[in-house]
């Protein structure tokens, strides 16, 4: 059983960069061919699609946040981490990591709120 915890950045300021880590126990994120993407969902809207990293460490990213988004990953910590940059108060929202491979093998981190607020 895969499992995945965001790290807690709780309050931004705007302007800054978000940074944001998902450790992953249970299964690495090297493994064949799990895609391992941010998704956040913002007050009171649905979820949006933030990125992947792929299990052989290539990258997608949303077009409307491609030029702030970027996503690694440090094998050696079986973690992969998101950086949002330039963020206002619409980046405001409850950050969430999954792993997924299939609809049955699809996880998720319980989610962090994010704050952005000067």
């Known amino acids: 059983q895969v499992q995945l915890q965001e790290s807690r950045p709780g309050l931004v300021k705007p302007s800054q960069t978000l940074s944001l880590t998902c450790t992953v126990s249970?299964?690495?994120?090297?493994?064949?061919?799990?895609?391992w993407s941010w998704i956040r969902q913002p007050p009171g809207k649905g979820l949006e699609w933030m990125g992947v990293i792929a299990y052989d460490g290539s990258t997608y990213y949303s077009p409307s946040l491609k030029s702030r988004t970027s996503i690694s990953r440090d094998t050696s910590k079986n973690q992969f981490s998101l950086q949002l940059s330039s963020v206002t108060p619409e980046d405001t929202a409850v950050y969430c990591c999954?792993?997924?491979?299939?609809?049955?093998?699809?996880?998720w981190g319980q989610g962090t709120q994010v704050t952005v607020s000067s």
């Open positions: 999954n792993a997924f491979l299939t609809s049955r093998y699809n996880y």
């Open positions: 249970g299964g690495s994120i090297t493994t064949s061919y799990y895609a």
